[in-house]
């Protein structure tokens, strides 16, 4: 097959917008349709050499997969490789053990079933996840696989027939793209059914091509080519999270693509700009930068948090060094037949694969048991210090190995998420503790206070009601490392109905010492050892968790005015891109708050937010002022005081009391409890007195 320098300048076109979208500029709010337009450049080439090598009788199986080999194979290997050890030292063990089956899913060419199966490709937990982006490799690798079976089995047809029975399955494909996309969005954008129609667009291109261009005008060409270029332009700049796709949308970044492989041309401008040395050169390196980008991007998040405008741009800058120096070293050579023969290819292939399998099958059931995580320890050293460094954990284990060493007696309770963590001791002369998680779910709730109350008897219980609570489409899945935990708290409440069975809790942290053990103890010693705070003042580069739960975050981590501004738009989606209120989540939240309020003294507390992206609330999505109405009248339909407000100025904090759009300081959250704590702790001192 002839080279075209101009399919390389549209992986380009493809790659940019792509890792821009990733890095979350918002300009490029639909730049992951350059996937599509990968779908079409590799259904156009592929098709294209199946059917000049059939024409010439030339075609093998095995050298058709063993050329897909050399192409997917040696940088992908090393680029899961590089986020091994990483991972080992970065993440929490339960996200490891997530991030370890992801592993297996990519070594079997699954991991598009994986991330469907694990939450939508807009979540805003994904941005946080290595390897997400190898679900459209694994799609790819499935067409690969049952794509030239089908042109040899349908080659004696002939040609007219094949496009036939190719139109058939694109229209197939594409009617269930369309409905998948109002109606089962997350299996649509992962799954090969319906996404296998963009594939077949490039194949409908390649068909075409062989058999013959009708010849077109200079001026019909430069027409279509730019056409192609501003439809795709437009998907890339017009489209959002909230577009259906994949489906009609998903039309205008595909055709777009197919212009430009039929019209542009050396002799068009949209040609001459493709065939350009810096877009050719960013094409070439494009699927290295693609391997690159996610793993890149999402471990800085996990490590820093909240990147900066300039840090972006370094990581997007170390993302192309790493594609170019991966290009040289790894693609040119293992495509090489004499640098790197047939069998070396698959010698080194199946070692690779076999270590994914091994680290990724181990690591996933080591990790699957709080047993290995670290939060032991540092539970314990909490009881030893006035603080401890916020290491890789799973804040769920860690509140339950904690609870399991408490050796306090706290008259208040604090539960819910990081919204409700800065309730400190500093907010009532009565002791407290706050036993917040990070986008708390009901399932958070319940689970953690049964474990609390199975040892304490605190006399106030403050819960956190965020606005998600209520909704099925949350996507707050983390209370499932203390899933046990869960069932079994939520058994006790009587809350349990057919609507939503109990099942079979995913971990048990009672397992004995196996050949996993070592594994364990060595992530134990490399990952969590010095977690001791002398101090409970804030620290530069580590958060700290104080001895009565609340948080010190990082002063690193305090945005600029500008920055909170920028992440207004993320945080008005956090957990609310999609909202259906659920019957369900509402009855077992009553359920809770009956059996905690039974023995218990109980309010609900509505943290702010800060005051300009209330306004936006207010002005563009009033679920949120809704849920506030929703959790007052709860409140008042079981005689439960509701603290504080959604609005910041009904507290009286303002922009100075946030450390970003959702987060309120200590100071404002004691202002949101104080008087209701210190009514009681004067109760409490008359009480005494009699």
């Given at each position: 097959m002839?080279?075209?320098?101009e399919i390389?300048?549209?992986?380009a076109?493809?790659?940019?917008p792509?890792?821009?979208f990733?890095a979350g500029?918002e300009t490029?709010?639909?730049?992951?349709?350059?996937?599509d337009v990968?779908f079409?450049?590799?259904?156009?080439l592929?098709?294209?050499i199946i059917l000049?090598?059939?024409?010439?009788?030339?075609?093998?199986?095995?050298?058709?997969?063993e050329?897909r080999a050399?192409?997917?194979?040696?940088a992908?290997l090393?680029?899961?490789?590089v986020c091994i050890?990483?991972?080992?030292?970065?993440?929490?063990?339960?996200?490891?053990?997530?991030?370890?089956?992801?592993?297996?899913?990519?070594a079997f060419?699954?991991?598009?079933?994986?991330?469907?199966l694990d939450?939508g490709y807009?979540?805003?937990a994904?941005e946080?996840?290595?390897?997400?982006?190898t679900?459209?490799?694994?799609?790819e690798e499935?067409f690969?696989?049952?794509f030239?079976?089908?042109?040899?089995l349908?080659w004696k047809w002939?040609?007219?027939r094949m496009v036939?029975l190719?139109?058939?399955?694109?229209?197939a494909s594409?009617?269930?793209?369309?409905?998948?996309?109002h109606?089962?969005?997350?299996?649509?954008?992962f799954?090969?059914?319906t996404?296998g129609w963009?594939l077949?667009?490039?194949?409908f291109?390649a068909?075409?091509?062989?058999g013959?261009?009708a010849?077109?005008?200079?001026t019909?060409?430069?027409?279509?080519?730019a056409?192609?270029?501003?439809m795709?332009?437009?998907?890339?700049?017009?489209?959002?999270?909230?577009?259906?796709?994949?489906g009609l949308?998903?039309l205008v970044?595909t055709?777009g693509?197919?212009l430009?492989?039929?019209?542009?041309?050396p002799?068009?401008?949209?040609?001459r700009?493709?065939?350009?040395k810096p877009?050719?050169?960013i094409?070439?390196i494009s699927y290295?930068?693609?391997l690159w980008?996610?793993?890149?991007?999402?471990?800085?998040?996990?490590?820093y948090?909240?990147l900066?405008?300039?840090?972006?741009f370094?990581?997007i800058?170390?993302?192309?060094i790493?594609?170019?120096?991966?290009?040289h070293?790894?693609e040119?050579?293992?495509?090489?037949?004499?640098r790197f023969?047939?069998?070396?290819?698959?010698?080194?292939?199946?070692?690779g694969?076999?270590?994914?399998?091994?680290f990724?099958?181990?690591s996933?059931?080591?990790?699957?048991s709080s047993?290995?995580?670290?939060?032991?320890?540092?539970?314990?050293?909490?009881?030893?210090h006035?603080?401890?460094f916020v290491s890789?954990?799973d804040?769920?284990?860690?509140?339950?190995?904690?609870l399991?060493v408490?050796?306090?007696?706290?008259a208040?309770?604090?539960?819910?998420?990081?919204?409700?963590m800065?309730?400190?001791?500093?907010?009532?002369?009565l002791?407290?503790?706050n036993?917040g998680?990070s986008g708390a779910?009901?399932?958070?709730?319940?689970?953690?206070?049964?474990?609390?109350?199975?040892?304490?008897k605190?006399?106030?219980?403050?819960?956190?009601?965020?606005p998600?609570?209520?909704?099925?489409?949350?996507g707050?899945?983390?209370w499932?490392s203390i899933?046990?935990?869960?069932?079994?708290a939520?058994a006790?409440?009587?809350?349990a109905d057919?609507?939503?069975p109990p099942?079979?809790?995913?971990?048990?942290?009672?397992?004995k010492?196996d050949?996993l053990?070592?594994l364990g103890?060595?992530?134990?010693?490399t990952n969590?050892?010095k977690v001791?705070?002398?101090?409970?003042?804030?620290?530069i580069?580590?958060?700290?968790i104080?001895?009565?739960?609340?948080r010190?975050p990082?002063?690193?981590?305090?945005?600029?005015?500008?920055?909170?501004?920028?992440?207004f738009?993320a945080l008005?989606?956090?957990?609310m891109h999609?909202?259906?209120?659920?019957?369900?989540?509402?009855h077992?939240?009553?359920?809770f708050l009956?059996?905690?309020?039974?023995?218990?003294e109980?309010a609900?507390?509505?943290?702010p937010y800060?005051?300009r992206l209330y306004?936006?609330?207010?002005?563009?999505?009033?679920?949120?002022?809704a849920?506030?109405?929703?959790?007052?009248?709860l409140?008042?339909?079981?005689?439960?005081?509701?603290l504080?407000?959604y609005?910041?100025?009904?507290?009286?904090?303002?922009d100075?009391?946030?450390?970003?759009g959702m987060h309120?300081?200590e100071?404002c959250?004691k202002?949101v409890?104080?008087?209701?704590?210190?009514t009681h702790?004067?109760t409490?001192?008359q009480?005494e007195?009699?």
């Open positions: 002839k080279y075209r320098a390389d300048g549209l992986r076109v493809a790659i940019l792509v890792v821009l990733h500029f490029f709010s639909g730049g992951f349709v350059g996937v990968f079409v450049i590799s259904g156009y592929i098709t294209s000049s090598e059939k024409a010439a009788g030339t075609f093998s199986l095995i050298d058709f997969y050329r050399r192409r997917i194979l040696p992908l090393l680029v899961v490789a050890p990483v991972a080992w030292l970065w993440l929490p063990a339960y996200d490891l053990a997530r991030f370890s089956r992801s592993v297996v899913a990519v060419f699954a991991s598009n079933v994986f991330f469907w939450g807009f979540a805003a994904n946080l996840k290595p390897l997400l982006h679900w459209s490799l694994a799609v499935q690969y696989l049952l030239p079976l089908f042109i040899m349908a002939g040609r007219r036939v190719l139109a058939i399955a694109a229209f594409f009617t269930a793209a369309q409905w998948g996309a109606h089962g969005p997350v299996a649509a954008f799954l090969l059914p996404r963009e077949a667009i490039g194949a291109l068909f075409y091509s062989i013959g261009q010849a077109l005008g200079s019909t060409r430069q027409v279509a080519s056409l192609g270029l501003l795709i332009a437009c998907a890339v700049f017009a489209y959002d999270k909230d577009t259906p796709f994949p949308s998903a970044p055709l693509a197919a430009i492989i039929l019209f542009a041309t002799s068009t401008l949209v040609g700009l493709l065939v350009s877009i050719v050169g094409g070439l290295s930068a693609y980008h996610q793993p890149v991007l999402a471990f800085a998040r996990i490590r948090g909240h900066t405008e300039l840090v972006t370094v990581l800058a170390s993302v192309f790493l594609a170019l120096v991966s290009r070293l790894v040119e050579p293992a495509r090489d037949r004499e023969p047939t069998r070396s290819l698959f010698r080194w292939s199946t070692v694969t076999l270590v994914l399998l091994t990724g099958s181990a996933a059931l080591a990790f699957s047993r290995f995580g670290g939060e032991p320890q540092l539970a314990i050293a909490l009881t030893r006035p603080a401890v890789n954990m804040e769920r284990r860690f509140i339950k190995h904690r399991e408490e050796t306090l007696d706290p208040v309770l604090v539960l819910g998420s990081s919204r409700i800065q309730i400190g001791q500093t907010a009532s002369r002791s407290l503790l036993l998680v779910s009901i399932e958070d709730d319940i689970a953690i206070a049964g474990l609390a109350l199975k040892k304490l605190p006399k106030i219980i403050l819960i956190g009601a965020d998600w609570l209520l909704n099925a489409h949350a707050q899945a983390r499932r899933s046990h935990e869960y069932f079994t939520r006790a409440l009587g809350a057919a609507s939503r099942t079979q809790p995913e971990h048990s942290d009672d397992a010492p050949l053990s070592p103890v060595l992530y134990q010693r969590v050892a001791g705070a002398d101090d409970d003042t804030p620290s580069l580590k958060a700290k104080r001895r009565d739960g609340s010190v990082e002063t690193a981590s305090a945005l600029t005015d500008e920055a909170m501004v920028r992440d738009d008005l989606d956090y957990s999609r909202y259906r209120f659920s019957p369900k989540l509402k077992e939240l009553e359920a009956d059996y905690v309020a039974a023995k218990h109980v609900l507390v509505l943290s800060h005051p306004d936006r609330m207010k002005a563009e999505r009033p679920v949120f002022i849920m506030e109405r929703q959790f007052r009248a409140g008042a339909s079981r005689q439960i005081k509701v504080g407000s609005d910041p100025t009904t507290v009286g904090c303002d100075v009391d946030f450390y970003d309120p300081n100071r959250m202002r409890v104080r008087d209701y704590l210190a702790a004067r409490d001192a009480g007195k009699l």
